[in-house]
Protein backbone atom coordinates (compact mmCIF):
# COMPACT_ATOMS: atom_id res chain seq x y z
CA UNK A 1 0.00 0.00 0.00
CA UNK A 2 2.87 2.71 0.72
CA UNK A 3 4.53 1.41 -2.62
CA UNK A 4 1.29 2.33 -4.41
CA UNK A 5 0.85 5.40 -2.62
CA UNK A 6 4.85 6.60 -3.25
CA UNK A 7 4.06 6.06 -6.92
CA UNK A 8 0.86 8.23 -7.18
CA UNK A 9 2.82 11.12 -4.84
CA UNK A 10 5.74 10.43 -7.66
CA UNK A 11 3.20 10.59 -10.72
CA UNK A 12 1.37 13.75 -9.20
CA UNK A 13 4.37 15.23 -8.34
CA UNK A 14 5.63 14.76 -11.95
CA UNK A 15 2.45 15.73 -13.77
CA UNK A 16 2.24 19.18 -11.90
CA UNK A 17 6.40 19.76 -12.69
CA UNK A 18 5.93 19.19 -16.32
CA UNK A 19 2.64 21.28 -16.31
CA UNK A 20 3.47 24.86 -17.39
CA UNK A 21 2.27 27.94 -19.54
CA UNK A 22 3.59 27.59 -22.99
CA UNK A 23 2.80 30.91 -24.23
CA UNK A 24 -0.03 33.58 -23.68
CA UNK A 25 -2.17 34.32 -26.97
CA UNK A 26 -3.11 37.79 -26.93
CA UNK A 27 -5.53 39.51 -29.53
CA UNK A 28 -5.83 43.06 -29.96
CA UNK A 29 -8.82 44.24 -31.36
CA UNK A 30 -7.26 47.44 -33.34
CA UNK A 31 -9.30 50.49 -33.52
CA UNK A 32 -11.73 51.08 -36.41
CA UNK A 33 -13.13 55.13 -37.03
CA UNK A 34 -16.72 55.43 -36.71
CA UNK A 35 -16.47 59.04 -37.59
CA UNK A 36 -14.70 58.37 -41.48
CA UNK A 37 -15.48 54.74 -41.92
CA UNK A 38 -11.31 53.73 -41.51
CA UNK A 39 -9.64 50.60 -39.56
CA UNK A 40 -6.83 53.33 -38.68
CA UNK A 41 -5.12 50.12 -36.40
CA UNK A 42 -5.89 46.99 -37.53
CA UNK A 43 -6.50 43.74 -35.65
CA UNK A 44 -3.19 41.40 -34.65
CA UNK A 45 -2.60 38.65 -32.94
CA UNK A 46 0.69 37.64 -31.00
CA UNK A 47 2.15 35.35 -28.75
CA UNK A 48 3.79 36.30 -25.51
CA UNK A 49 6.30 33.81 -24.01
CA UNK A 50 6.80 34.01 -19.87
CA UNK A 51 10.35 32.34 -19.95
CA UNK A 52 11.84 34.96 -22.56
CA UNK A 53 9.60 37.84 -21.67
CA UNK A 54 8.88 38.20 -25.28
CA UNK A 55 5.75 39.22 -27.21
CA UNK A 56 5.79 38.60 -30.66
CA UNK A 57 2.76 39.86 -33.24
CA UNK A 58 2.26 37.10 -35.45
CA UNK A 59 -0.24 38.14 -37.68
CA UNK A 60 -1.96 41.60 -38.81
CA UNK A 61 -5.17 40.99 -39.94
CA UNK A 62 -6.39 42.67 -42.85
CA UNK A 63 -10.30 43.48 -43.38
CA UNK A 64 -11.39 42.63 -40.05
CA UNK A 65 -12.77 45.77 -37.97
CA UNK A 66 -13.40 44.41 -34.11
CA UNK A 67 -12.25 41.03 -33.17
CA UNK A 68 -14.35 38.85 -30.19
CA UNK A 69 -12.72 36.12 -29.08
CA UNK A 70 -9.74 33.69 -29.14
CA UNK A 71 -9.05 30.00 -27.66
CA UNK A 72 -6.73 27.67 -27.48
CA UNK A 73 -7.58 24.04 -28.02
CA UNK A 74 -4.94 21.00 -28.00
CA UNK A 75 -2.92 21.86 -30.77
CA UNK A 76 -4.64 24.73 -32.74
CA UNK A 77 -5.47 28.46 -31.67
CA UNK A 78 -9.07 29.75 -33.04
CA UNK A 79 -9.57 33.58 -33.29
CA UNK A 80 -12.74 34.99 -33.91
CA UNK A 81 -13.07 38.58 -36.10
CA UNK A 82 -15.61 39.99 -37.90
CA UNK A 83 -14.53 38.84 -41.22
CA UNK A 84 -14.35 35.54 -40.14
CA UNK A 85 -12.78 32.81 -38.06
CA UNK A 86 -9.03 31.67 -38.35
CA UNK A 87 -7.28 28.31 -37.31
CA UNK A 88 -3.91 28.26 -36.47
CA UNK A 89 -1.01 25.74 -35.33
CA UNK A 90 0.10 26.88 -32.40
CA UNK A 91 3.53 26.21 -32.57
CA UNK A 92 4.33 27.27 -35.84
CA UNK A 93 1.68 29.94 -35.04
CA UNK A 94 0.95 29.39 -39.25
CA UNK A 95 -2.71 30.33 -40.67
CA UNK A 96 -4.03 27.08 -41.64
CA UNK A 97 -8.02 27.83 -42.31
CA UNK A 98 -10.09 30.71 -42.40
CA UNK A 99 -14.19 31.21 -42.81
CA UNK A 100 -16.01 34.22 -43.59
CA UNK A 101 -18.65 33.72 -41.20
CA UNK A 102 -20.21 37.20 -39.38
CA UNK A 103 -21.04 38.04 -36.13
CA UNK A 104 -19.12 35.10 -33.37
CA UNK A 105 -19.27 36.72 -30.56
CA UNK A 106 -17.59 33.84 -28.16
CA UNK A 107 -16.18 30.15 -29.07
CA UNK A 108 -15.97 26.57 -27.23
CA UNK A 109 -14.95 23.03 -28.65
CA UNK A 110 -17.01 19.82 -28.44
CA UNK A 111 -15.03 16.70 -29.82
CA UNK A 112 -14.34 17.90 -33.50
CA UNK A 113 -17.00 20.55 -33.05
CA UNK A 114 -16.18 24.25 -33.16
CA UNK A 115 -19.25 25.91 -31.45
CA UNK A 116 -19.87 29.77 -31.52
CA UNK A 117 -22.30 32.45 -30.15
CA UNK A 118 -23.53 34.98 -32.55
CA UNK A 119 -24.42 38.57 -32.37
CA UNK A 120 -23.63 41.63 -34.69
CA UNK A 121 -24.40 45.49 -34.05
CA UNK A 122 -27.08 46.82 -35.93
CA UNK A 123 -27.56 43.22 -37.82
CA UNK A 124 -30.12 41.01 -37.27
CA UNK A 125 -29.04 37.49 -37.70
CA UNK A 126 -31.39 34.36 -38.33
CA UNK A 127 -29.42 32.18 -36.47
CA UNK A 128 -27.59 32.64 -33.02
CA UNK A 129 -25.99 29.24 -32.39
CA UNK A 130 -24.18 27.29 -35.14
CA UNK A 131 -21.04 24.80 -35.38
CA UNK A 132 -18.12 24.44 -37.60
CA UNK A 133 -15.65 21.31 -37.89
CA UNK A 134 -12.33 21.88 -35.79
CA UNK A 135 -10.79 20.50 -38.71
CA UNK A 136 -11.21 22.73 -41.47
CA UNK A 137 -13.57 25.39 -40.33
CA UNK A 138 -16.33 24.22 -42.74
CA UNK A 139 -19.97 24.67 -42.17
CA UNK A 140 -21.63 21.88 -39.73
CA UNK A 141 -25.24 22.91 -38.76
CA UNK A 142 -26.96 25.70 -36.87
CA UNK A 143 -30.14 26.44 -34.83
CA UNK A 144 -32.35 28.79 -36.40
CA UNK A 145 -33.87 31.50 -34.27
CA UNK A 146 -37.79 29.92 -34.81
CA UNK A 147 -37.16 26.72 -32.95
CA UNK A 148 -33.17 27.97 -31.22
CA UNK A 149 -32.38 31.30 -29.26
CA UNK A 150 -34.18 33.72 -30.37
CA UNK A 151 -32.36 36.72 -29.38
CA UNK A 152 -28.42 37.31 -30.00
CA UNK A 153 -25.76 35.13 -27.57
CA UNK A 154 -22.67 35.94 -26.13
CA UNK A 155 -21.28 34.13 -23.56
CA UNK A 156 -20.46 30.25 -23.93
CA UNK A 157 -19.46 26.51 -22.37
CA UNK A 158 -19.45 22.98 -23.11
CA UNK A 159 -20.11 20.71 -20.05
CA UNK A 160 -20.28 17.05 -21.05
CA UNK A 161 -22.71 16.77 -24.19
CA UNK A 162 -24.41 20.00 -23.39
CA UNK A 163 -23.17 23.51 -24.44
CA UNK A 164 -24.91 26.64 -22.27
CA UNK A 165 -24.91 29.73 -23.92
CA UNK A 166 -25.88 33.08 -22.93
CA UNK A 167 -28.86 35.36 -24.51
CA UNK A 168 -28.50 38.49 -24.11
CA UNK A 169 -30.52 40.37 -27.21
CA UNK A 170 -26.66 42.62 -27.49
CA UNK A 171 -26.73 45.50 -28.99
CA UNK A 172 -30.35 46.08 -29.40
CA UNK A 173 -30.58 48.72 -26.40
CA UNK A 174 -33.07 48.43 -24.11
CA UNK A 175 -34.34 45.82 -25.33
CA UNK A 176 -31.99 43.65 -23.41
CA UNK A 177 -33.09 39.65 -22.30
CA UNK A 178 -31.56 37.41 -19.71
CA UNK A 179 -31.75 33.65 -20.61
CA UNK A 180 -29.66 30.30 -20.46
CA UNK A 181 -30.07 28.31 -23.32
CA UNK A 182 -29.11 24.26 -23.74
CA UNK A 183 -28.01 22.68 -26.34
CA UNK A 184 -27.92 18.68 -26.28
CA UNK A 185 -25.19 18.56 -28.62
CA UNK A 186 -25.09 14.76 -29.91
CA UNK A 187 -28.39 15.22 -31.57
CA UNK A 188 -28.11 19.44 -32.16
CA UNK A 189 -31.25 19.82 -30.28
CA UNK A 190 -32.01 22.97 -28.18
CA UNK A 191 -33.13 21.39 -25.29
CA UNK A 192 -34.46 24.21 -23.34
CA UNK A 193 -34.02 27.55 -21.72
CA UNK A 194 -34.26 29.41 -18.81
CA UNK A 195 -34.61 32.70 -17.39
CA UNK A 196 -31.88 34.41 -15.09
CA UNK A 197 -34.89 36.99 -14.09
CA UNK A 198 -35.35 40.79 -13.56
CA UNK A 199 -32.10 41.77 -12.51
CA UNK A 200 -30.30 39.21 -14.72
CA UNK A 201 -30.94 40.47 -17.88
CA UNK A 202 -28.00 41.11 -20.54
CA UNK A 203 -25.41 38.39 -19.64
CA UNK A 204 -22.44 38.91 -20.89
CA UNK A 205 -19.52 36.55 -19.33
CA UNK A 206 -20.34 32.84 -19.00
CA UNK A 207 -18.15 29.96 -17.54
CA UNK A 208 -18.97 26.67 -15.68
CA UNK A 209 -17.01 25.42 -12.97
CA UNK A 210 -17.55 22.13 -10.95
CA UNK A 211 -21.16 21.86 -12.45
CA UNK A 212 -22.45 25.17 -11.42
CA UNK A 213 -23.07 28.11 -14.29
CA UNK A 214 -21.84 31.56 -13.49
CA UNK A 215 -22.71 34.59 -15.17
CA UNK A 216 -21.87 38.03 -14.98
CA UNK A 217 -25.19 40.62 -15.80
CA UNK A 218 -24.69 44.26 -16.97
CA UNK A 219 -28.51 44.90 -17.15
CA UNK A 220 -29.13 48.32 -18.55
CA UNK A 221 -25.08 49.25 -17.53
CA UNK A 222 -26.52 51.18 -14.79
CA UNK A 223 -26.42 47.80 -12.27
CA UNK A 224 -24.80 44.43 -12.56
CA UNK A 225 -25.66 41.38 -10.91
CA UNK A 226 -24.28 37.76 -10.89
CA UNK A 227 -26.28 34.73 -11.96
CA UNK A 228 -25.46 30.84 -10.16
CA UNK A 229 -27.57 28.23 -11.65
CA UNK A 230 -26.64 24.66 -10.60
CA UNK A 231 -26.90 22.07 -13.77
CA UNK A 232 -27.74 18.61 -11.17
CA UNK A 233 -30.79 20.32 -9.19
CA UNK A 234 -31.87 23.29 -11.01
CA UNK A 235 -31.31 25.86 -8.17
CA UNK A 236 -31.03 29.51 -9.30
CA UNK A 237 -30.10 32.35 -7.37
CA UNK A 238 -28.86 36.12 -8.84
CA UNK A 239 -26.88 38.76 -6.44
CA UNK A 240 -27.51 41.70 -7.03
CA UNK A 241 -23.84 43.75 -6.95
CA UNK A 242 -25.35 47.14 -5.75
CA UNK A 243 -23.14 49.08 -7.97
CA UNK A 244 -23.44 52.45 -10.07
CA UNK A 245 -22.54 50.64 -13.92
CA UNK A 246 -22.20 47.43 -15.49
CA UNK A 247 -19.16 45.11 -15.38
CA UNK A 248 -16.28 46.20 -17.91
CA UNK A 249 -14.69 42.68 -17.53
CA UNK A 250 -14.74 39.36 -15.70
CA UNK A 251 -13.14 36.37 -14.68
CA UNK A 252 -13.03 32.96 -12.49
CA UNK A 253 -10.43 32.04 -10.87
CA UNK A 254 -9.71 30.57 -7.51
CA UNK A 255 -13.42 30.02 -6.86
CA UNK A 256 -13.61 33.61 -7.15
CA UNK A 257 -15.18 35.79 -9.94
CA UNK A 258 -13.24 38.71 -10.49
CA UNK A 259 -14.84 41.79 -11.88
CA UNK A 260 -14.38 45.31 -12.38
CA UNK A 261 -17.13 48.10 -12.50
CA UNK A 262 -17.49 50.21 -15.80
CA UNK A 263 -15.24 53.57 -14.56
CA UNK A 264 -13.32 52.18 -11.30
CA UNK A 265 -9.64 50.76 -11.21
CA UNK A 266 -10.20 48.15 -8.75
CA UNK A 267 -11.21 44.49 -9.56
CA UNK A 268 -13.54 43.28 -7.08
CA UNK A 269 -13.96 39.49 -5.57
CA UNK A 270 -17.21 37.65 -5.43
CA UNK A 271 -16.84 34.82 -3.86
CA UNK A 272 -18.91 31.74 -5.52
CA UNK A 273 -19.59 30.06 -2.02
CA UNK A 274 -20.70 32.91 0.19
CA UNK A 275 -22.82 34.50 -2.68
CA UNK A 276 -20.87 37.84 -1.53
CA UNK A 277 -18.50 40.70 -2.62
CA UNK A 278 -15.76 39.93 0.13
CA UNK A 279 -12.49 41.79 -1.14
CA UNK A 280 -11.22 44.39 -3.74
CA UNK A 281 -7.60 44.05 -5.74
CA UNK A 282 -6.48 47.61 -5.90
CA UNK A 283 -5.06 47.53 -9.25
CA UNK A 284 -5.14 51.53 -9.91
CA UNK A 285 -5.85 50.50 -13.83
CA UNK A 286 -8.96 50.05 -15.77
CA UNK A 287 -9.19 46.34 -17.33
CA UNK A 288 -10.43 45.99 -20.55
CA UNK A 289 -9.54 41.96 -21.13
CA UNK A 290 -8.59 39.61 -18.53
CA UNK A 291 -7.72 35.49 -18.42
CA UNK A 292 -6.33 33.40 -15.32
CA UNK A 293 -3.28 31.70 -15.59
CA UNK A 294 -4.47 28.40 -13.21
CA UNK A 295 -0.89 27.00 -12.88
CA UNK A 296 1.35 29.73 -11.54
CA UNK A 297 -2.11 31.74 -10.57
CA UNK A 298 -1.44 34.80 -12.26
CA UNK A 299 -3.47 37.82 -14.11
CA UNK A 300 -3.14 38.61 -17.33
CA UNK A 301 -4.71 42.23 -17.85
CA UNK A 302 -5.41 43.94 -20.61
CA UNK A 303 -5.31 48.25 -20.58
CA UNK A 304 -5.54 50.36 -23.93
CA UNK A 305 -6.43 53.96 -24.66
CA UNK A 306 -8.57 52.01 -27.68
CA UNK A 307 -6.80 53.84 -30.63
CA UNK A 308 -2.70 54.41 -29.63
CA UNK A 309 -1.75 52.09 -27.05
CA UNK A 310 -2.28 48.43 -25.74
CA UNK A 311 -0.43 46.47 -22.54
CA UNK A 312 -0.38 43.64 -20.61
CA UNK A 313 -0.22 43.79 -16.68
CA UNK A 314 0.30 40.77 -14.92
CA UNK A 315 -0.86 40.14 -11.59
CA UNK A 316 -0.45 37.98 -9.06
CA UNK A 317 -2.82 37.09 -6.03
CA UNK A 318 -2.47 40.30 -4.16
CA UNK A 319 -2.70 42.50 -6.87
CA UNK A 320 1.00 43.58 -7.44
CA UNK A 321 2.50 43.79 -10.66
CA UNK A 322 4.66 40.75 -11.40
CA UNK A 323 5.07 41.54 -15.31
CA UNK A 324 4.04 44.20 -18.45
CA UNK A 325 4.50 43.82 -21.88
CA UNK A 326 3.68 45.98 -24.95
CA UNK A 327 0.93 44.43 -27.69
CA UNK A 328 -1.83 45.66 -30.05
CA UNK A 329 -4.36 48.36 -29.47
CA UNK A 330 -7.32 46.86 -27.44
CA UNK A 331 -6.28 43.53 -26.09
CA UNK A 332 -9.53 42.49 -25.29
CA UNK A 333 -9.32 38.83 -25.66
CA UNK A 334 -6.38 36.69 -24.04
CA UNK A 335 -6.01 32.79 -24.23
CA UNK A 336 -3.78 30.79 -21.57
CA UNK A 337 -2.31 27.78 -23.69
CA UNK A 338 -0.87 24.95 -21.27
CA UNK A 339 1.80 22.42 -22.31
CA UNK A 340 2.54 18.89 -20.94
CA UNK A 341 0.54 16.29 -20.33
CA UNK A 342 -2.10 18.26 -18.76
CA UNK A 343 -4.86 20.16 -19.86
CA UNK A 344 -6.38 23.41 -18.18
CA UNK A 345 -9.73 21.21 -17.37
CA UNK A 346 -7.37 18.76 -15.90
CA UNK A 347 -5.08 20.34 -13.51
CA UNK A 348 -7.06 19.53 -10.40
CA UNK A 349 -6.95 15.85 -11.80
CA UNK A 350 -3.58 14.90 -11.34
CA UNK A 351 -4.41 13.45 -7.64
CA UNK A 352 -7.08 11.61 -9.17
CA UNK A 353 -6.42 8.16 -11.40
CA UNK A 354 -9.54 6.01 -12.58
CA UNK A 355 -8.73 2.50 -13.74
CA UNK A 356 -10.08 0.95 -15.91
CA UNK A 357 -11.07 3.47 -18.45
CA UNK A 358 -13.00 2.20 -20.71
CA UNK A 359 -14.93 0.09 -18.10
CA UNK A 360 -17.78 -2.43 -17.63
CA UNK A 361 -18.84 -3.13 -14.04
CA UNK A 362 -16.35 -1.22 -11.86
CA UNK A 363 -13.76 1.64 -11.56
CA UNK A 364 -10.94 1.86 -9.20
CA UNK A 365 -10.44 5.41 -7.70
CA UNK A 366 -6.84 6.24 -6.34
CA UNK A 367 -5.58 9.08 -4.43
CA UNK A 368 -3.60 9.99 -1.62
CA UNK A 369 -6.41 11.01 0.78
CA UNK A 370 -10.02 9.64 1.05
CA UNK A 371 -12.42 11.28 -1.27
CA UNK A 372 -15.91 12.41 -1.60
CA UNK A 373 -17.22 10.69 -4.78
CA UNK A 374 -20.12 12.11 -6.79
CA UNK A 375 -20.69 11.12 -10.39
CA UNK A 376 -22.39 13.15 -13.16
CA UNK A 377 -23.82 11.99 -16.36
CA UNK A 378 -23.01 13.74 -19.56
CA UNK A 379 -26.11 16.54 -18.66
CA UNK A 380 -24.82 17.01 -15.32
CA UNK A 381 -27.51 14.76 -12.90
CA UNK A 382 -25.77 13.05 -10.21
CA UNK A 383 -26.03 9.22 -10.89
CA UNK A 384 -23.55 7.81 -7.83
CA UNK A 385 -22.77 9.55 -4.38
CA UNK A 386 -19.65 7.55 -2.50
CA UNK A 387 -16.99 7.74 -0.25
CA UNK A 388 -13.72 6.55 -1.48
CA UNK A 389 -11.93 5.84 1.93
CA UNK A 390 -9.30 4.01 1.02
CA UNK A 391 -5.82 5.00 -1.06
CA UNK A 392 -7.70 2.45 -3.66
CA UNK A 393 -11.30 2.44 -3.67
CA UNK A 394 -13.68 0.45 -5.79
CA UNK A 395 -17.01 1.73 -7.62
CA UNK A 396 -19.94 -0.32 -9.09
CA UNK A 397 -20.62 1.10 -12.45
CA UNK A 398 -22.87 -1.82 -13.35
CA UNK A 399 -26.51 0.00 -13.30
CA UNK A 400 -24.92 2.93 -15.28
CA UNK A 401 -26.04 3.40 -19.09
CA UNK A 402 -23.43 3.29 -21.52
CA UNK A 403 -21.61 6.84 -22.10
CA UNK A 404 -19.47 9.82 -21.26
CA UNK A 405 -19.25 9.99 -16.75
CA UNK A 406 -18.04 12.64 -14.94
CA UNK A 407 -15.97 12.51 -11.74
CA UNK A 408 -16.15 15.13 -9.28
CA UNK A 409 -14.28 14.55 -5.57
CA UNK A 410 -14.11 16.77 -2.92
CA UNK A 411 -11.68 16.18 0.43
CA UNK A 412 -10.35 19.11 2.80
CA UNK A 413 -12.54 21.75 0.00
CA UNK A 414 -10.02 21.06 -3.41
CA UNK A 415 -12.06 19.85 -6.16
CA UNK A 416 -10.58 17.40 -8.24
CA UNK A 417 -12.31 16.43 -11.37
CA UNK A 418 -11.93 13.34 -14.48
CA UNK A 419 -14.19 11.41 -16.91
CA UNK A 420 -13.83 8.04 -17.91
CA UNK A 421 -16.44 5.81 -20.38
CA UNK A 422 -18.95 3.30 -19.37
CA UNK A 423 -19.05 0.91 -22.12
Given at each position: ?K?I??L????S???????????V????E??YN??T??Q?????I??Y???S?????F??IAGA?F????I??GN??Y?AC??????????T?Q????????????M???NN????TR??Y????????????????S?N???D?????AF?T??I???G????I????????P?YV??I???Y??T?T??????L???????DY?TIN???????N????S?A??SKY?I?????????????????T?V??????L??????Q?L?????SS????D????NQ??Y???H???N??L???????YS?????????S??????F?V????????I?Y?G?L?V???N??????F?????????V?T??PL?IKI?????N???????????G??N??D?????Y????INS????N?????Q
Amino acid sequence: MKKILLLLLLASTCAFAQTSVNQVIILNEGYYNFSTGNQDVLVTIGSYDPASHIYTTFETIAGAQFASDVIVDGNYIYAACSNGIRKYDKITRQLLYTNTTTGVRKMAVWNNELLVTRGDYLVLNNNYFQSYNTSDLSFNYQIDNVIGPAFSTEGIAVYGDSCFIALNNGFNFPNYVGKIGVIYLPTHTYAREFDLGTIGVNPDYLTINNGEIYTVNNRDFSNASISKYEINSGALSTTDLMVSSGCGTSVYANNDLLFQVSGEQNLKKFSTSSLTTYDSLMINQPIYGMAHDAVNNLLYAGVTDFYSYGKILVYNNSGSVVDSFLVGVSPGNIAIDYNGPLAVDQLNAARLEIFPNPSNDFIVVKTDNPLSIKIYDAIGNVVITTNVTAIAGKINIRDLKPGLYFIRSINSNIHLNQKFIKQ
